[in-house]
């Protein structure tokens, strides 16, 4: 059932820790995230905060393996509003092949990543959570790793 204390507006979630490190500021939310009750629907606020990162991640709907991602060797992203230089640099193909070799150097097997997102979860977003941190670091936004 929803529960309208734990809902997380764009706005909260962007002002959730302001003044920090960027590390430091996402780790500071997925603790928040973490301390939510493992109860039926709780993941929706990971699917909110992380906003689409499964797509991207192996095992998505973006991806070529998926069948719907054929288009993703060739076109360069294009986000303006959202999206970083170094995005919109890359195709989405090598923006993939950049989340792949994120996730193998956190230690973070690419069969579990692609066994687990099957849907949006919990567990899932755990499971990544190292990985979209170091990709945010290397200067991707939010946007740029959404679906």
């Known amino acids: 059932m929803f529960n309208e204390k734990f809902w997380i507006t764009e706005n909260q979630k962007n002002k959730m820790s302001t003044n920090q490190p960027l590390r430091q500021q ?3 939310d997925l603790e928040k995230l973490n301390a939510l009750p493992r109860t039926p629907g709780a993941d ?3 699917c909110v905060y992380f906003n689409g990162f499964n797509g991207a991640l192996p095992g998505g709907h973006l991806r ?6 054929k288009w993703a060797e060739a076109i360069k992203i294009k986000k303006p509003t959202t999206g970083s230089e170094l995005a919109r640099s890359q195709t989405y193909s090598e923006l993939y092949q950049t989340i792949d070799s994120v996730l193998e150097e956190e230690g973070i097997s690419i069969d579990k990543v692609r066994r687990t997102n099957t849907k949006p979860s919990r567990e899932l977003f755990e499971l990544t959570a190292k990985a979209y941190i170091r990709l945010r670091e290397m200067g991707y936004r939010q946007g740029d790793l959404s679906s």
């Open 44 to 46: 929706f606020f990971y």
């Open 64 to 69: 070529a393996e998926s069948g719907v991602g």
């Open 26 to 28: 996402l780790e500071a």
